[in-house]
């Protein structure tokens, strides 16, 4: 989809029971958020910042969330296979509701986590994929 002259790239994703779309640029310098379904922006907001170094910070939404590369260089396995040189960045914000994702080198997000204070509230994993 082009929005504001931008090539963005469609994630789809499904949850509670309707799908949604968001739209992605991925450069060398990060992937940018251009928004969702009905909702976007010629103004990106910076969703991954490149490169991932342990304790980088940038703010998703300027003022009210910040992302911070939380680990960096581990292994993981999940239900569709082990990955190693990875990073977890967590999304911190909304009193104390924070998540987390874990990305794999040329794969993307393979393990997502949300929190309300130290208790986890919901965990997604890469189950498969087609490339």
Do not use: H
């Amino acid at each position: 989809m082009t929005i504001g002259g931008v090539a963005t790239q469609i994630c789809k994703t499904w949850l509670i029971g309707s799908a949604n779309e968001s739209y992605l640029k991925i450069t060398d310098s990060g992937v940018f958020f251009y928004g969702s379904n009905g909702a976007t922006t010629t103004e990106p907001l910076t969703y991954i910042s490149f490169p991932l170094t342990l304790g980088k910070t940038w703010e998703f939404y300027p003022g009210l969330l910040t992302m911070e590369v939380s680990r960096a260089d581990f292994g993981l396995t999940v239900a569709e296979g082990s990955y190693n040189n990875c990073y977890e960045v967590t999304l911190r914000g909304f009193e104390g509701s924070d998540s987390c994702v874990v990305l794999a080198p040329n794969v993307g997000i393979i393990k997502m986590e949300q929190y309300s204070g130290t208790t986890i509230t919901s965990t997604a994993e890469l189950a498969s994929k087609n490339f």
